[in-house]
Every structure is written in C-alpha cells, then in structure tokens.
C-alpha cells in the first residue's frame, strides 16, 4: 500500500512502500487505491537505462496509452 504507517502524509508514500521500491530488482508503479487517477496528464521514467531498463518501457507506454499522457524520461546517475 501507499499509507504511511504512522498516519502522516511524507511525499505520499508510506515507509513500506518506500522499502519496497528501494529494494525491489523491479520496476515499481505506486498509486493510492484512495487516489485512482482517472486521468495521467504526465509520466516520469525515471532510470539509469541500462539494459533491463528498457525492458518495462513498452509496458509504460501501453499502461498510460489510454491516457494519451506525456512521458518524461529522467536520467538517474548512480555510478560514482
């Protein structure tokens, strides 16, 4: 879920979810089951692109298709 766990609003996402993305080996897609959009006027891809990166792009864009939304790609640098 997206609750945070102590009932306080922090960037919308609570401390599990927070984990979860951190940890996960897998793009991860976060919405509030209280929040649903009905309409996603802008998406952010957000990654290093590396080459597993461009393995979930095709199932962004065919999730936001019904939208018609806009999709920002951010680079993300992680090497030092």
Do not use: W
């Amino acid at each position: 879920g997206s609750k945070n766990t102590q009932n306080k609003s922090f960037f919308n996402i609570g401390s599990n979810t927070e984990r979860v993305i951190r940890s996960s080996n897998v793009s991860v897609l976060v919405i509030r089951k209280d929040n649903l959009p009905s309409k996603i006027k802008k998406v952010v891809f957000a990654s290093d692109f590396e080459k597993d990166s461009y393995k979930i792009f095709p199932f962004l864009n065919e999730f936001i298709k019904p939208f018609n939304s806009q999709i920002n790609l951010l680079y993300i640098n992680t090497k030092s």
